[in-house]
């Protein structure tokens, strides 16, 4: 079974990745998407939302450990051949410093938007004081070390080998943005070139853990201007 794991490597990541958006789209959510039929008639075409906590760990186990697992166990993959190693952190150190106050600053012109203040923070009854935001904020990390894990992890370092390092970025980023569609329309939109800047920035320095830091301060920072402001 690894032989042949290892024969189908791109087709089994792409089939692992799309089972696992399919489940983290429709079963995993903290909210509802829906449709209105030509009369008004409201459907619900999403299942039963989760409590953010259950989102957080099912996002960790959907996006991050169930491709994991396949592309090692089953594709032959070293995990520091997904980019969970350190890579050259001397290099992704310095992306950290420079990502960083960008992220921030992303956060807060983000945290502006009436509709991504519709969204977040995904757990509403986050308040702006240290004994609830950094419980918020631990959770949180699982769920962007799990995205990039899959995205700028398992597709990007598990397709290049057969793709290249540009197909690879460009099918990662896709599906990346396609993971967006529910959410505010510029989030999506932005998606776009940060998939593929976080996409460079992983293949260079060969480590998801220095974009993740930053994707994370991003989200983080946006919900902090929003419950505190």
């Not at 409590?51 to 991050?64: D, E, K, Y």
Request: aromatic share 14%; proline share 5%.
């Amino acid at each position: 079974m690894n032989a042949l794991g290892r024969r189908y490597q791109t087709e089994i990541l792409l089939i692992v990745a799309t089972l696992a958006l399919f489940l983290f789209y429709y079963v995993a959510r903290t909210d509802l998407i829906g449709t209105s039929g030509q009369a008004g008639e409201w459907f619900t075409v999403t299942g039963t939302p989760l409590s953010p906590r259950f989102h957080f760990l099912a996002s960790a186990l959907l996006l991050g450990a169930l491709p994991v697992a396949v592309a090692h166990w089953l594709c032959g993959f070293p995990l520091r051949e997904l980019g969970l190693g350190i890579g050259r952190w001397k290099e992704g150190l310095v992306w950290v410093a420079i990502g960083v106050p960008i992220a921030v600053l992303a956060g807060w012109i983000a945290s502006g938007s009436p509709a991504m203040r519709a969204v977040y923070p995904l757990d509403p009854s986050v308040v702006a004081e240290i004994g609830s935001f950094l419980p918020h904020a631990g959770r949180n990390l699982l769920y962007f070390v799990a995205w990039e894990i899959l995205f700028r992890g398992v597709l990007l370092f598990g397709l290049r080998p057969r793709t290249g390092d540009g197909t690879a970025n460009a099918t990662q980023t896709g599906l990346s943005v396609i993971a967006h569609f529910g959410r505010p329309m510029t989030e999506t939109f932005s998606a776009i070139p940060a998939g593929l800047a976080f996409g460079w920035i992983t293949l260079r320095v060969q480590s998801i853990w220095y974009v993740a830091v930053i994707h994370w301060v991003v989200g983080m920072s946006m919900d902090w201007f929003i419950v505190a402001g």
